[in-house]
Structures are given as C-alpha cells and as structure tokens.
C-alpha cells in the first residue's frame, strides 16, 4: 500500500522557523515526485513547492521562494520542506502528495498524505 506521512507541524512565532517531513513508501520512491500542498482556514489549497526525485529539481510557489527549501533522502524514502521566515499568512494544513510528474497543481499527484498544522502567530 502506498503511504505518505507527513509531520512536523506545530506552533511557531512569526520569523520562525519549521521543518516538515514526508515520509513515503508503497512505490517506486526515485521515479516519482513529491509535491508539498497547504490549505488555510476558508481557503483553496495551493501547491507550495514541488521536487523531482530522480534528478532533484524543484520548484516554487512565489510566495514561498527564498524561505521553504525543499530536499529529499532518497535512501530513506523521506522528503522535508524547511520552513523559514514564517509569516501568519503560511498558517495552513499542509500536505504530501506523490506523483509521476512534476508541479504545483493537484492533478499532477496521485497519491496524498494527511495533512500536519502549521500554525505561525504574529
């Protein structure tokens, strides 16, 4: 069974920093990318950021470039986003999903994680 695990939520004060992990098995890890999807109270939910596990390249929403890094340890199946800067506005649910190609739209992704709380108080 496919499985993606997300973690890493909690409370943080704005100018924090959070770091998330999604940890993933049931599938070929190195041929698929993971993307990294938030939603915030009353919101749609956004692709935030986005890594192609076999050759690494990534991607970013505007919003979050120069302050979320994301990275992956292909050897344990695991990818993270490093939050940085946090601004009230990045409080949302955030999410793990795994697809065969790569980008900031949800249809790319066939498979989703639960979501883990971000929560960044002014």
Excluded at 33 to 46: D, H
Excluded at 73 to 98: H, I, R, W
């Amino acid at each position: 069974d496919v499985q993606l695990q997300a973690s890493g939520g909690g409370l943080v004060q704005a100018g924090g920093s959070l770091g998330l992990s999604c940890a993933a098995s049931g599938f070929p890890f190195k041929d698929y990318a993971i993307g990294w999807f938030r939603q915030a109270p009353g919101k749609e939910r956004e692709g935030v950021s986005c890594i192609m596990l076999y050759d690494g390249t990534t991607y970013y929403t505007d919003s979050v470039k120069g302050r979320f890094t994301i990275s992956s340890d292909n050897a344990e199946g695991t990818v993270y986003l490093q939050m940085g800067s946090l601004k009230p506005e990045d409080t949302a649910v955030y999410f793990c999903a795994a697809g065969r190609f790569v980008g900031l739209l949800e249809n790319v992704y066939e498979y989703w994680g639960q979501g883990t709380l971000v929560t960044v108080s002014s």
